[in-house]
């Protein structure tokens, strides 16, 4: 339980809560049936302001085809990540990662829109743990590191 303290007890965290990046094809996937992938909405998203304010969209000052390439790149470059698929019409890429230790399983999806601006590109991403109510921070790291590796 002391690992856990200090974080907020959610397991879905995304850099957009009022328009998360959705799961469509690992929603289709066998292990993933009965499993609920929508966001949590306005609970989760209140609790991640809280304990993750510096979560936020990465800008990339490049059109979103190329920052798109460069993401599919970087994902199958991340530990114990598996890209299960990347849609370049929707520029979307999900995916699974495996912890180490205990080979916990958590979905990742990445997208990559223009920037609200009209300048460059915003990479959003959500991770999503499949077990448990908290995820001790594993999420967030997880959108951290992508985001290091990314730049």
Known sequence: ????????????????TTNPPAFVALAQRPEQQGRDLNYPGESFASQQQ???????PLIVPAPPEEVFQRAQKAAR????WQVIHADPVERTIEGTATSRLFRFKDDFVIQVRPAP?????????????RDGRGDIGANAARIRAFFAKLS
């Open 117 to 129: 601006d009209g300048n460059g590109s915003a990479v959003h991403m959500r991770s999503k743990s």
């Open 77 to 80: 470059h991340m530990p114990q």
């Open 1 to 16: 339980a002391l690992p856990g303290r200090g974080f907020p007890r959610i397991n879905d965290i995304t850099t957009d």
């Open 50 to 56: 809280s304990g993750y304010p510096d979560l936020e």
